[in-house]
T-cell receptor, first 115, second 114 residues
Framework: DGGITQSPKYLFRKEGQNVTLSCEQN?????MYWYRQDPGQGLRLIYY???????QKGDIAEGYSVSREKKESFPLTVTSAQKNPTAFYLC??????????????FGPGTRLTVT | AQTVTQSQPEMSVQEAETVTLSCTYD???????LFWYKQPPSRQMILVIR??????QNATENRFSVNFQKAAKSFSLKISDSQLGDAAMYFC???????????FGAGTRLTVKP
């Protein structure tokens, strides 16, 4: 089965701790994305990556970091600098632009709660 | 900057009836894609339908169809013969040909009444 996996589904952390959210895809997609979803605000882009070892900041990158060492993996670290980390985080992937398959495929999401 | 606006936070429809969800967008580009995604209570985002801006013909997928008005920058979703399983949040999204930055609207919560 081809798809995107995110783990864990629910994650709890204490304030001041860094936490890493996992995202893996076996769709052979070049591009991967991280979004944050808050109630009433839709999805906001945190980071995206078009190729291995390269990534760009989205609108709300502050307090987050990513890496792209493998095509299949795009982990997101929520650092202690992120002021309001409690949210639902969605990972997505897509083929590169110009292929005619630009829609993004989403993982099941991770609900992060920081107390 | 590109923006997407969904002016209906909530909509409801009777089972088997038709409902239209509105979406407007703003971009200075002429080449882009538009999408409608569905997010049921499971929170899994599912692609409903897509439209290429260069195509004049409106996209259809079974009971789902769009009314794409490029000049008006409008992209509404029509759901025919609504089913209980259609109840979800629906997001309109826009992506340019020249970058990977997809913009989403705030969403419309659709309730289907039996």
């Amino acid at each position: 089965d081809g798809g995107i996996t995110q783990s864990p589904k629910y994650l709890f952390r204490k304030e001041g701790q860094n936490v890493t959210l996992s995202c893996e895809q076996n769709l052979n997609h070049d591009a991967m994305y991280w979004y944050r979803q808050d109630p009433g605000q839709g999805l906001r882009l945190i980071y995206y990556s078009q190729i291995v070892n390269d990534f760009q900041k989205g609108d709300i990158a502050e307090g987050y970091s990513v890496s792209r060492e493998k095509k299949e993996s795009f982990p997101l670290t929520v650092t202690s600098a992120q002021k309001n980390p409690t949210a639902f985080y969605l990972c997505a992937s897509s083929a590169l632009l110009g292929t005619g398959m630009e829609e993004q495929y989403f993982g099941p999401g991770t609900r992060l709660t920081v107390t | 900057a590109q923006t997407v606006t969904q002016s209906q936070p909530e909509m409801s429809v009777q089972e088997a009836e038709t409902v239209t969800l509105s979406c407007t967008y703003d971009t200075s580009e002429s080449d882009y894609y538009l999408f409608w995604y569905k997010q049921p209570p499971s929170r899994q985002m599912i692609l409903v339908i897509r439209q290429e801006a260069y195509k004049q013909q409106n996209a259809t997928e079974n009971r789902f169809s769009v009314n794409f008005q490029k000049a008006a920058k409008s992209f509404s979703l029509k759901i025919s013969d609504s089913q209980l399983g259609d109840a979800a949040m629906y997001f309109c999204a826009l992506i340019m040909y020249n970058n990977n930055d997809m913009r989403f609207g705030a969403g419309t919560r659709l309730t289907v009444k039996p």
